[in-house]
């Protein structure tokens, strides 16, 4: 689903829903960071607002992947009172998700000494698209890997026959998805491009980069919790990959002046 047919869903939902605030006199919302993080989500509520109602005018405080401190104003919109405050919850939704994101993301970012944080596209959710946006203002980089999951390995039947058959199909590199120290050794014998450190422990993390010696890339993957950080991000391996960024991630909460 692409962004506009996802934004006239919502405004075709939020248009059934009777209005709160008759008031047609002109404001101006002034939506203000609560505390400190990485905006994001500013282009996407331009969107959303022009394809809403085109007698609100949107102004750009901060822009997507700035730092926002307490009491900065990330934003300004102004229009009808009635239309202003029937579109405020899903214009702070927006802001919040995304910026809740990009700002967890910068900070896996920071702990990763040697390493790049780096978007697979793993979230199916139909948002994905914002996602993939709040991770980039975070810091996190996209490359064009083509991922072998477990799913495709037990298909197939062997790591050599799912590569081959994706392939077929696709000319980004591979990277394929090892889910233990112990199929690690008969994975780095393939062609892949890449070999997806998924489920492993810091010790297995630590033992598999050892043993590479530099053959493949090493991505890791998985839940990797907050807490460890500390730890593996001081190993030496090429990206982290996680979706717990998105699980995790709360909605930052902005304030609102109206003007």
Same mark, same amino acid.
């Given at each position: ?10 405004? /075709?939902? @939020? ?9 047609? =006199?002109? #404001? &101006?919302?002034?939506?203000?960071? $609560? %505390? ?73 970012? /920071?702990? @990763? ?9 793993? =979230?199916? #959710? &139909?948002?994905?698209?914002?996602? $993939? %946006? ?126």
């Amino acid at each position: 689903m692409n962004p506009v047919t996802y934004f006239e869903n919502i405004i /075709k939902d @939020l248009n059934s829903k009777p209005y709160h605030v008759l008031e047609k =006199s002109p #404001a &101006v919302f002034y939506l203000i960071a $609560k %505390e400190e993080g990485i905006v994001s989500g500013i282009n996407e509520v331009e969107m959303f607002l022009n394809l809403y109602d085109i007698e609100l005018s949107f102004r750009k405080h901060k822009e997507s992947g700035q730092v926002m401190k307490r009491g900065d104003i990330v934003c300004s919109i102004s229009g009808p009172k009635s239309s202003l405050y029937h579109a405020l919850d899903t214009v702070s939704f927006i802001l919040g998700k995304m910026s809740g994101i990009a700002s967890i993301a910068s900070f896996y970012r /920071k702990k @990763l000494t040697h390493s790049s944080l780096i978007n697979m596209g793993e =979230s199916r #959710a &139909v948002e994905s698209i914002f996602y $993939k %946006e709040a991770l980039k203002d975070g810091g996190a980089v996209e490359l064009p890997f083509t991922l072998v999951d477990e799913t495709m390995i037990d298909l197939y039947g062997s790591y050599e026959d799912a590569i081959a058959k994706t392939r077929i199909s696709f000319n980004n590199p591979i990277a394929l998805e090892v889910n233990d120290i112990s199929k690690f050794y008969d994975a780095q014998k393939t062609d892949a491009d890449t070999l997806v450190l998924k489920y492993f422990n810091d010790e297995a993390i630590r033992r598999a980069i050892i043993d590479n010696k530099g053959q493949k890339r090493l991505m890791v993957g998985g839940l990797i919790l907050p807490n460890r950080l500390d730890i593996i991000g001081s190993y030496q391996f090429d990206y982290l990959t996680t979706s717990l960024i998105y699980t995790a991630a709360r909605i930052y909460e902005f304030a609102v002046k109206v003007g």
